[in-house]
């Protein structure tokens, strides 16, 4: 079954050009829908993390901030500019899927199939709207699974270096990435492909992985590997823990329910169909990370990145197995409700609605109660909330720095508590002349104060008990509550503080924490 042959090459017909108009409209409608709303908290904090270049920072790998760097330098600092790449990597995901499907056999309607719903699956729609190493990660995932699919059909071994590289810089872009290659390996030695642990090139390409990887592994370990100490103090606590049970069911939202026959026929093809079999890799590779991630209690979009490889070759095994023996009628059947259900879902994954109109579209599909983290909701789910109230803060803590007499506005250091408040600080404040924040929070608490002494600070996101503690002049000047942000962020009082008890450098280490 594994000696199976496959068409060369030079035989196979070329992708249907339906795959290309599809990956050309997923672009676009990010493009048309990436400026509503307001800034992911997340985007302020990579867009600040851009501004400090490093090889290693304490909670994303390095990849995420060259992005910021890249996409703000080239096209400015507006919400379009900043989401543009994330936008621009729709397109790879869909030809992916599309390529795949043809690698693995299928004929044009699977072909345009598999981009359908690659395009139409809500977890891809939400990972392109908004900057973050999501978007990029099942690029870098699906390239390699195409390798594979390429070299079990006959490809040159050649092909295991460029499956380095691309999971090398897979690696520096998400750490994840390592597992999704440790799924490969285990794929490899499962199968009648372990022959090719016997060529040079496979290990050439692990060496080439683990160089570009490099400088990265040495800042974690110059730093006391902060990522792992990040992950124990945010599993169970910040981060949503479900049961082995209810991950694999979530699993089913991803990429619509309503797709969910096709990329299970694509796990079965791949493990137990007779022509499929051959590429047996993937579904044991899929096994593989879908237990660690059971194991280590990973978010339940952690796996999102493999499911295009199993709608393609689901898709493939429908065209195959199920649309060849039934009437014309089908195809239109099965294809209607996708994609009105992919429609239905899209002001779900990405922000499509005006926003009253969203708070109760989300309520009426109950969208809130899926959290992938332990943080109070408003009306918005976490998605959603977390893109407004940024801007107001700034504003309010630029009204706080004027209402200081000159000498002290020429020495105050600006205190935000988590990244989210510091990263706004950051990016909005210099349209107010505010200088950069300083915070405890992840990344930021590693920057350290930048040598600002304490004596005058306006802080946001405390409770004033905290501050009390460390100054002994504590005065609130204003307390804002956006519309729509998530509790966390709305409430807040700003504080004036003087008369530190401590220089904020000599008392660093009371204000930094992992979370």
């Not at 395009?119 to 390699?144: G, H, K």
């Not at 706080?400 to 105050?412: F, N, T």
Request: hydrophobic share 50%.
């Amino acid at each position: 079954m594994d000696q199976q042959t496959d068409v060369v090459p030079s035989q196979r017909a070329p992708l249907d050009n339906s795959v290309y108009l599809i990956a050309g409209l997923a672009v676009f409608v990010h493009f048309l829908f990436n400026s509503k709303y307001g800034y992911f908290r997340d985007e302020l904090y990579y867009a600040a993390c851009g501004e400090h270049l490093a090889w290693g920072y304490v909670d994303h790998a390095p990849l995420v901030a060259l992005a910021s760097r890249v996409s703000r330098g080239l096209f400015g600092d507006s919400l379009f500019a900043l989401r543009m790449l994330p936008a621009l990597s729709a397109a790879p995901k869909v030809f992916l899927g599309g390529w795949m499907a043809r690698e693995v056999g299928g004929a044009r309607f699977a072909q345009f199939f598999a981009g359908l719903l690659v395009f139409l699956a809500p977890i891809y729609l939400t990972f392109d709207n908004f900057l973050s190493m999501n978007a990029f990660e099942p690029v870098f995932w699906m390239v390699c699974a195409a390798i594979v699919l390429r070299i079990l059909n006959g490809g040159s071994p050649r092909l295991w270096l460029l499956f380095g590289l691309v999971a090398g810089i897979g690696i520096l872009n998400k750490h994840s990435m390592l597992f999704f290659g440790s799924g490969i390996a285990i794929g490899l030695l499962l199968t009648s492909a372990r022959k090719q642990f016997a060529r040079v090139e496979i290990w050439m390409a692990l060496c080439l992985a683990f160089l570009i990887f490099l400088p990265n592994l040495l800042w974690e370990i110059r730093n006391g590997y902060p990522t792992i100490a990040l992950l124990h103090a945010v599993i169970g606590t910040k981060y949503s823990t479900v049961s082995p049970l209810t991950y694999v069911g979530e699993q089913f939202l991803l990429v619509n329910p309503l797709a969910a026959p096709l990329w299970l026929a694509g796990l079965y093809f791949v493990l137990f169909d007779r022509e499929g079999r051959k590429y047996s890799v993937l579904g044991y590779a899929y096994l593989v990370v879908l237990l660690e991630m059971i194991l280590l209690h990973g978010k339940i979009y952690y796996l999102a990145p493999v499911y295009i490889m199993f709608l393609a070759c689901g898709a493939v095994w429908w065209e195959r197995k199920i649309f060849v023996r039934a009437g014309a009628w089908l195809k239109p059947a099965v294809l209607a409700p996708i994609i009105v259900s992919g429609i239905i879902a899209a002001p779900l994954a990405m922000p499509i609605l005006p926003v009253a109109a969203a708070v109760k579209y989300c309520a009426f599909f109950g969208v809130r109660e899926v959290k992938v983290e332990n943080v109070p909701l408003n009306s918005l789910p976490q998605l959603f909330g977390d893109m407004f109230g940024w801007q107001e803060q700034v504003q309010a803590m630029a009204h706080a720095v004027q209402s200081l007499p000159a000498h002290e506005q020429s020495r105050m250091a600006l205190l935000a508590y988590n990244y989210g408040e510091a990263g706004a600080i950051d990016y909005f404040g210099k349209r107010y002349g505010l200088r950069k924040a300083i915070s405890g929070h992840n990344q930021y608490g590693a920057w350290g104060p930048r040598r600002a002494s304490g004596d005058v600070v306006i802080a946001i996101g405390f409770a004033k008990a905290r501050l009390d503690r460390a100054f002994g002049d504590v005065q609130a000047f204003a307390t804002i509550s956006p519309e729509y942000a998530l509790p966390e962020e709305s409430g807040l009082t700003i504080y004036i503080c003087r008369q530190p008890r401590q220089n904020l450098a000599a008392s660093w280490e009371q204000w930094k924490y992992l979370d």
